[in-house]
């Protein structure tokens, strides 16, 4: 009798599984537990450090990927890696105009953050 062991199984260890309710159908990621509060607080900065893996599930425990269609559907994109997130360099003084557009231009779902300020004396820097 021998002993059949998967090498195509990925055991997730140490989960924190945050769930998500869009287009009327959940998603789950699989993240490091520990890691989550610090996404969330703002302490931990790259999403890479967060999750455990890309890949989006409809149930995590039982392993179940989400479709395709379903993703389309809900995010409007098949690419896991372009939902609801840009870094950029604005002028402060267009700070209100930027996040008012980003939320009409996405009905409410996105937002605009500030991940640092920096003070600028006349003439230091330019924005182009």
Known sequence: MSIFTPTNQIRLTNVAVVR???GGKRF????????????R??????????LQTHTVFVNVSKG?????????????????????KMVCLIDPGCFREIDELIRSETKGKGTLEVLSLKDVEEGDEKLE
Do not use: H, P
């Open 28 to 39: 789950e990621i699989a993240c490091y537990r520990n890691k989550v509060m610090g996404w």
């Open 41 to 50: 607080s703002g302490a931990e900065k790259d999403l890479d450090e967060v």
């Open 64 to 84: 179940q990927v989400a479709k395709k269609e379903d993703l389309v559907k809900a995010f409007g994109t098949d690419d896991q890696t372009e939902i609801c």
């Open 20 to 22: 998500a309710r869009r």
